[in-house]
């Protein structure tokens, strides 16, 4: 069955403070892994695609890593508005609908 | 001007009643989602609808009924309300089948049903 398992659960981290959330897939034919940001109350936003192992994709202070098992957010030197669910989601199977994590909380304190 | 929306935010009714979900997208895709995230996170999709045909029906009860008017509305008819039901309800739309492109769908604010 396909799934998709991040973490930690939970991160707090103090403003400047850099370090990763980890989302680990097992998927029949991977066809791409996606993050996605999701702030209370609002639906997830768009972050990046990855479709091949050692690929990577960089957006401000995000870095998006994949490898043939997991894939990795590093967050460097986050501030408080870095502060959100952070998800994961993997495209496979024979329909090709996305499969969400259940997400990674991060608190970054000012 | 939202890209994606639904209404109502919030809805609170009793076991038993029928409530629908209305959702419009503006950006012109051809491709829309009913996703639903409950107590413990998971989002999951439940339908997907691209250029006013059903593509995905996973597996939900067949209380639950889309209808897409045309292809830039997409909405959700539930009968028989469950206490199961409770959940966050998330429209979303992708340009292309499935977002295969680029994987990137648009979401909207989402609806927070309470079936007590």
């Known amino acids: 069955e396909d799934q998709v398992t991040q973490s930690p659960e939970a991160l707090r981290l103090q403003e400047g403070e850099s370090s990763s959330l980890n989302c680990s897939y097992t998927?029949?034919?991977?066809?791409?892994l996606f993050w996605y940001r999701q702030d209370p109350g609002k639906g997830p936003e768009f972050l990046f695609t990855?479709?091949?192992a050692g690929e990577e994709k960089e957006k401000e202070r995000l870095k998006a890593t994949l490898t043939k098992k997991e894939s990795f957010l590093h967050i460097t030197a986050p501030k408080p508005e870095d502060s959100a669910t952070y998800l994961c989601?993997?495209?496979?199977?024979?329909?090709?609908?996305?499969?969400f994590g259940k997400g990674t909380k991060l608190s970054v304190k000012p | 001007d939202t890209a994606v929306s639904q209404t109502p935010k919030y809805l609170v009714t009793q076991m038993g009643n029928d409530k629908s979900i209305k959702c419009e997208q503006n950006l012109g895709h051809d491709t829309m989602y009913w996703y639903k995230q409950d107590s413990k996170k998971f989002l999951k999709i439940m339908f997907s609808?691209?250029?006013?045909?059903?593509?995905i029906n996973e597996t939900v009860p067949n209380r639950f009924s889309p209808k897409s008017p045309d292809k830039a509305h997409l909405n959700l008819h539930i009968n028989s309300l469950e206490l199961g039901d409770s959940a966050v309800y998330f429209c979303?739309?992708?340009?292309?089948?499935?977002?295969?492109?680029?994987?990137?769908?648009?979401f909207g604010e989402g609806s927070r049903l309470t079936v007590l």
């Open positions: 989601a993997v495209r496979g199977g024979s329909q090709g609908n996305l499969i």
């Open positions: 990855l479709y091949s």
């Open positions: 979303a739309s992708s340009q292309d089948k499935y977002g295969e492109n680029t994987g990137e769908l648009f």
């Open positions: 998927v029949s034919g991977l066809r791409g």
């Open positions: 609808y691209n250029n006013k045909e059903l593509i």
